[in-house]
Structures are given as C-alpha cells and as structure tokens.
C-alpha cells in the first residue's frame, strides 16, 4: 500500500496510507529505525453509540495545506453524520508529531463525539520486550524500550490530557490489541500497564454543538528518556496545543519560498508541484546529511529489506536539485556525508544508512573465483558531478577547500585507475538499476562527467597537472563510448557492453538512461547520435495506455502487470518521463518545441497522488502507484525539469528579443 502524506523534521518521519492509518514512524533518523516496522496505528471515532475506524466506508481526501508540510485532511463518514478536518504536522523544532481534528456535525443535534488513537509500536523494529503503561505524572500513556521513549496523549473538551486509556498484548494468539476495546461501548478498559508484545488506545471527548464544531489534539512525544518526553509534554500543556499547526505553517511557508522565482507562464498546478516536490524532498532528508531513496515499508514484502537508505547516486541526483532550488545547506550536508564513507581507494559503496554505517546489499566480493569490487561505478562519479555543479553555483572555496582532498581527488583517481587499459572504458560493475553487470552506457556517461568534474576543481586549484590527467581520461572515455557503445547497425547507443577478446558484445535494448549520453557525458543535445538515441527512447518506451508514460527498458519485469510489450514496454516511471522532457528542453528551439516538453511536465502533475506525492512508477491502465511512494529521486528530477524548462525559456526569449522576433512560450 502506497506511503502518503510524509511529514517530518529530519528527525521524526511520519507516513500515512491511502486509508489514513498512520503507517510508519521513524526515529531518530529518517529511514532508520521504523518504531512501527509499517503496522498501522488507527484512528477511530464513535457517536450516539456508532463506533468507526477511519478507513473504507469513510470518505477520505488526502491533501496538504498550501505550501506546507502540515495535512490537511477531509473525513467523512455518512452514518455517523460527522465531518473530520484534520491538519497532521511534525514540528520543526521539537521531536512532536500533533493532530489537530476540526470535528463538524452534520446532524442538526448537540452530541458527544469520542476520538480513540491506537498506537501499534515496534521499538527498535520489533516487539519483544516493549512496555507501555499509563503515567499519572504526566497524565498520558508512554511507550518505551531502553532509550527509546514515546509519550502519547490527547485534549478535548473536558481535559488537557489522556481520558482513557487501554494497554494490553497483541499479536499473541488471537489478541489483536487494545483497539479492539474501543468498538462496542466507545469506553476503554483503562489497564494501567503491559508488557512484551504491546499496544495502547487513548480517547478524548468533545461536546460538538449543533451543527456545529469542537477541536480536540492528540500528540506523540519522541525521546531517548523520559524526562526528554515528559519535558515536550509539559511544554504542550504550559502553552496549548493550538499554536502548533499555526506556527509551522508560517515556517514551511518561508522554507518553500526563499527567494522570489520567476515561474514565467508555467501552469499554477506545475508551480505548485515544484513546490510540493521540494518539501516532500525535505522530509526524506535525515538531519545528518543522509538523503534516503524511499521511505515505505511496504516494499519489505517484495524483497524482504527496504529503500530506506542512502544510495550516492540517487543522493548525487537530488542535492543537485537542491542546489538549484537554493537548498545548498541541504545538499552540502549530503556531500560532506559521502567525504565520511569514501573508501581510502577512492569508491563508494552500494549504499549506506542514515548513521554512515554501511547498508545491506547484494552485490557480491568475488565474481568467477576472483575478487571484485561490489560497486555502481556511476554512484561515485555522480558524486564529483554533483559537487562540481554546486560549486559553480555558489562559489564557496571554503567548502570546498577540505571536500577536494578528501573525496573529489580520491574519488576522481579512482575513476581514472579503474579503466579497461586496452579500451580506455570503465571496467565492470553493476547498472544504476541494479539488475545487471557489464559496462554500461549510463555509467560510462556518468564517470565522464565525474572526471570533468574533477578537472575544474584540479584547474581552480592551479593543480594543473590532476586537471590533465583527469581532462584526457574523460576525453579518453568519452571517444571510447562512442567507439565501442555506438552501433552503426541499430543506429543508437547500447544499453550495456559485454568484454569480450577482441572488444565488446552489445546489449541493444532500448533503456531511458541512455539519456546520459548527453546529461553527463558531454555530448551535444543536439548530435545526430544523441538524437538517434533519444528518438529511439520515445519510440520505442511511450506506453501507449490512457496512462502513458515513459518505461524503463523495454520488458521491464519489476512490478510488471503487462507483457504486452509492443503497448507496454514497462511500467510508467516518472523520473524516465522527465528525461525525455530534459531531452525535448535542451533541444527546443521555438516555443512550440517547449510545449511540447510542458505537455511531459503536466502530465507528471496530472499523474501523482492527490496530495502530490510521486511514486517511483504506476500502473499502466489504471494509474495506481507500484513500488515504493514517494520516491525522492521522482520529486528531485521533477524539480529538476522545471528549471531547465525556465532557463531554457528564458534563453530562448532573450534570442528572439536580440532577433526583434517574438517567441510564443
């Protein structure tokens, strides 16, 4: 089940489902430790009797407030003749996930309305040895196992503080939880204490007026003890919970609107997903600098482990986004993260966790009986590529002045050592997409544009000699791609090159990353062979559904609904769709070429989730996401295009206007 609605702090994580159950928490750093490993916490309501978790039979619109990361959530539930609009945030200072719920009648009666909270934890991502209990101090009731503390309370009409309560066992036997208590009577059991495998159910109460409306709040509080909890706590009762969703909307206002951007005559609902996109970014960003692919749980089913990891490649991509937004705080935490992990002999790993430990991976330390570096050479070399672009932007030597030995020389002579010496090529190692091994064309554009890279820095530095030695072997490689990857009888590049004796066997399947043959390696957009490729791209990976779309590769089997590949090469990808689009940008030469490029950029907007999140793809005949949501690398290469969209616009306005023409945009 998809992930929506992610709000979070860099610290605190929280993801809700398509039926509004919160879903997954992570703390104390985004992606690692998930304190529910994806179970759902619900939240239910009774009246006049009726009891409902929110879920089906409840119309539910999943959206945020504008420009924020506070949700603003419309509930209704026709039998209970109630109206709910919730507004969920993580505040930006303090450890503290709050809900608001505006409770709205639609009877034309007076009524007590009852709001009952579940929380299901799993401390440290499982549930041996958990204890919750209520806590008279502090009038909520606490979860906790060894530092982890969680303090969980509510506020209704009658008091600022846990009304009732349940702690109880689940998932012993035939115990579900104490969310079971709520549904016959809307009264919970009050048991002051349980432990092993455990849950817990708070209720508060509101008297809502006649058609009228009451607010309650529940909140967690997060810690490492329970004095840092109880402190949080105590805080929300001194001042009220209300200024809460206030504040924090001023503040993610200001954080998505840093310096005034010119958006043209792009369409309100693109700017609005640039924005979106860039605040969705920012809660999969963990405060120490690690960028995490995905944050859903749910993937676990598929390949038992997760995307809740740092990946360089994909953290290379989107700091580079950052950068262009003006978030270089952000993207420079990540950059300094990957001088930390760098090997001495200058490579990056498969991927890492949010604390620099080293992550799970199946790329294996020997191959045919011999050692073998379990790398993607492109994760390294998009590193380079991206502090390079970063620092063109802003200039900042005192950056980059420690980055340059530590992780551009040392990643940038690796680069150039780990070469074919016959060919001139990168030697093996597995593709961005993590299914094969060879040499392939996205990572050989990617080492490219990482050794380019690496020269300007060398030549900034006056370090002239590095900068020929990296400047000749991006040369070098750059004219060995189109030698050995470049075949005259398909007429495009090869996805995937194969040593053989006497060269290479290719592997011609058409696949969208092909698209860094001009991205990264420095080849014209506009080079007949650049074009043959990109055409072929278009052709031959279009989905032609209602969806659309751009697949992967043609036959892509993961997540696959369809083997009608002629129709349906692959699952719809966004960040594939927006290549083609930053393709159809750099080569525009009138607006009428640009609208064609708008058409890609809209149709990525039409195609995400009413709240805007971006999954990693959909389904091709009905639109439902598939695989991990949101995916950060969807929203950065979304963020992306609509820069080059502005910038090439602007380009092309300032020719018309020297040429005394005008341009339609």
């Known amino acids: 089940m998809p992930r929506d609605l992610p709000v979070g702090n860099g610290r605190v994580l929280i993801n809700f489902d398509k039926d509004y159950n919160l879903r997954d928490i992570y703390y104390p750093h985004v992606g690692q430790e998930n304190q529910t490993v994806g179970h759902p916490s619900r939240f239910g309501v009774w009246a006049d009797g009726q009891f409902a978790w929110v879920g089906p039979g409840w119309y539910i619109d999943r959206k945020y407030m504008k420009e924020t990361l506070v949700t603003d959530v419309l509930l209704r539930h026709d039998q209970l003749k109630l109206d709910l609009r919730v507004h969920d945030v993580v505040d930006y200072v303090y450890d503290l996930f709050m809900r608001e719920i505006h409770v709205q009648d639609l009877s034309g009666r007076h009524r007590e309305v009852r709001l009952f909270f579940n929380h299901d934890f799993h401390i440290y991502e499982h549930e041996v040895g958990d204890t919750a209990y209520y806590d008279p101090r502090t009038e909520a009731v606490i979860h906790y196992k060894k530092n982890r503390w969680f303090l969980t309370s509510a506020a209704g009409s009658r008091k600022r503080g846990v009304e009732q309560w349940a702690t109880g066992n689940k998932e012993l036997g035939e115990r579900e939880g104490t969310w079971r208590d709520a549904e016959d009577d809307g009264l919970l059991g009050c048991n002051p204490i349980a432990q092993g495998s455990v849950d817990s159910t708070i209720g508060t109460s509101l008297s809502v007026p006649a058609s ?249 530095l006056g370090e002239l000699e590095r900068y020929n030695t990296y400047l000749k072997a991006a040369e070098d490689m750059q004219g060995a791609m189109v030698k050995y990857m470049w075949s005259e009888g398909d007429g495009r590049f090869c996805r995937m090159a194969t040593r053989t004796a006497d060269g290479y066997n290719l592997d011609m399947t058409v696949d969208a990353a092909m698209y860094s043959v001009f991205a990264f390696a420095g080849l014209p957009p506009g080079d007949p062979k650049v074009k043959a490729t990109m055409d072929a791209i ?76 971006l999954a990693e793809q959909v389904n091709p005949y009905n639109n439902e996401p598939l695989s991990v949501s949101p995916l950060t690398w969807s929203h950065a290469d979304f963020v992306v295009t609509v820069h080059d969209y502005l910038e090439r616009t602007k380009q092309l306005m300032s020719e018309a206007v020297f040429e005394h023409t005008i341009m339609p945009v």
């Not at 604390?355 to 011999?370: E, I, N, T």
């Not at 040499?439 to 030549?459: N, P």
């Not at 030469?589 to 989730?609: F, M, N, P, Y």
């Open 212 to 460: 009228g409306e009451a607010v309650a709040y529940a909140w967690i509080c997060f810690g490492t003890s329970y004095e840092a909890v109880a402190q949080i706590h105590e805080h929300i009762r001194e001042e009220g919970p209300a200024y809460i969703v206030p504040r924090n909307q001023n503040y993610w206002r200001l954080w998505v609107n840093p310096d005034h951007i010119d958006f043209l005559s792009l369409p309100h609902k693109v700017v609005d997903l640039y924005k979106r996109s860039l605040l969705i970014i920012r809660t999969q960003i963990d405060e120490g600098g690690a960028i995490i692919a995905a944050n859903d749980h749910d993937i676990a089913r598929f390949a038992r482990d997760t995307y809740s990891y740092l990946w360089p490649r994909d953290g290379a991509l989107v700091a580079n986004a950052l950068s262009r937004a003006g978030y270089r705080d952000l993207a420079e935490k990540f950059y300094l993260f990957c001088a930390d992990v760098i090997k001495e002999e200058g490579y990056l790993l498969h991927k890492y966790n949010p604390d620099k430990s080293l992550a799970s991976s199946w790329h294996p330390w020997m191959r045919d009986g011999m050692p073998d570096l379990p790398i993607q050479e492109d994760e390294t070399a998009l590193v380079l590529w991206s502090v390079w672009e970063n620092f063109k932007r802003y200039r900042d030597v005192e950056f980059m002045k420690p980055l340059f030995k530590g992780l551009v020389r040392r990643g940038a002579d690796f680069l150039v050592k780990h070469r074919d010496p016959e060919t001139l090529l990168p030697l093996p190692s597995h593709d961005l997409w993590e299914e094969r091994y060879g040499v392939h064309t996205f990572t050989v554009a990617s080492v490219v544009g990482g050794l380019r890279a690496a020269a300007g820095f060398a030549h900034a």
């Open 538 to 613: 278009k052709e031959k990976l279009w989905v032609k559904t209602d969806v659309g779309g751009v697949a992967r590769y043609q036959d892509d089997y993961y997540h696959q609904v369809s083997k009608d590949i002629k129709n349906v090469p692959g699952n719809p990808w966004f960040i594939c769709t927006m290549w083609l689009a930053r393709y159809q940008i750099a080569t525009a030469r009138t607006g009428s070429d640009l609208r064609e490029a708008l058409k890609l950029i809209e149709w990525v907007v039409d195609h995400a989730l009413p709240s805007g999140v």
